[in-house]
């Protein structure tokens, strides 16, 4: 095949390609109440792991590319800032504060989702319409997300670290309802309500009642 006609078909390829994008979305909380504290979110880091290849990040399914674990972590960063903002989890939320009381960062160890055919679709020709005919899931899907939180003080003093953690593994059949991202975005919104539950247990931590959010910065 000529190197020009190789080319053409690499664009394509890359064309139609989807690039994942976490999306998060908050599972309510069980009380009307907001943490007493501005907050300056601090951008996330990937684990070493992560940034240098040893571990699968993002999406991996067929069709699907990642941006980089370093520019990932940006999006994800953004995501908990608008969602903890949405939410008034805390008084006030942004990524500066002249004055803040905590400045959070984030760790994140594993992030991802893998989904895949089963093998036995590899055999059978009629895989599709067997599965179909008798209602069996044709696909696989596992993940992981690893993600820790730390809250110091401008002080340096460290209210607490939060470990936040949810694995993936489900079967299913594809469809137009459930894509591949969107079990890994419902499972860090998991993540995100576990530590933030955390939190609000947290003694040293003033409750008050919900104040209307402020947009994040």
Known sequence: M??????V???????RS?????????????????IDASV?????????DLRYGHFNYGV????????????????????VTAELAAQRVFRNVSTYDSVPDLIPTGRI?????HGRRKRWTFILYYSNKLASLFRVNSFKTDGDIHLILTWPKPTEDVI???????????????????RPGDRLNRAL??????????????????????????APQ
Do not use: W
């Open 160 to 178: 607490g670290s939060y470990v936040g953690h949810f694995s993936l593994n489900e079967d299913c059949t594809p469809n137009g309802e459930v």
């Open 60 to 79: 991996v399914a067929d069709g699907y590319t990642n941006k980089p674990p370093s520019q990932l972590t940006q999006s994800i960063t953004r995501q």
């Open 18 to 34: 989807t690039t994942y994008e976490p999306h998060l979305v908050l599972p309510p909380a069980a009380f009307d109440r907001s």
């Open 2 to 7: 000529p190197k020009a006609l190789q080319g």
């Open 9 to 15: 078909l690499v664009v394509l390829l890359v064309d």
């Open 189 to 214: 919104g998991q993540i995100l309500a576990q530590i933030r539950d955390k939190m609000f247990a947290e003694p040293t931590l003033t409750k008050s009642r919900k104040t209307p959010p402020l």
């Open 40 to 48: 300056e979110v601090h951008l996330f880091v990937a684990a070493d």
């Open 109 to 113: 160890e594993r992030f991802f989702e």
